[in-house]
């Protein structure tokens, strides 16, 4: 009965992480989209000293969060 449990919690932990990396792979290709959205808007503004590709950074330029 304790091998059932273990198999149980042992493919419970690898669904979650699959989906994890599912959940990252799909915010990184949002990112990629807004950061080029963001490198043509940015083109006749002002320009960045140094680009910013992290998800964090982009929603912190583009939303103020």
Do not use: F, W
């Not at 690898?14 to 807004?34: G, Q, S």
């Amino acid at each position: 009965m304790a091998k059932d449990i273990t198999k149980i919690i042992r493919s419970l932990q690898t669904c979650a992480v699959n989906r994890c990396r599912e959940r990252l792979d799909e915010a990184a290709i949002k990112a990629r989209d807004l950061i080029k959205r963001g490198e043509k808007d940015d083109e006749g503004g002002k320009a960045h000293e140094k680009p910013e590709y992290g998800v964090t950074s982009v929603l912190k330029r583009r939303h103020g969060l």
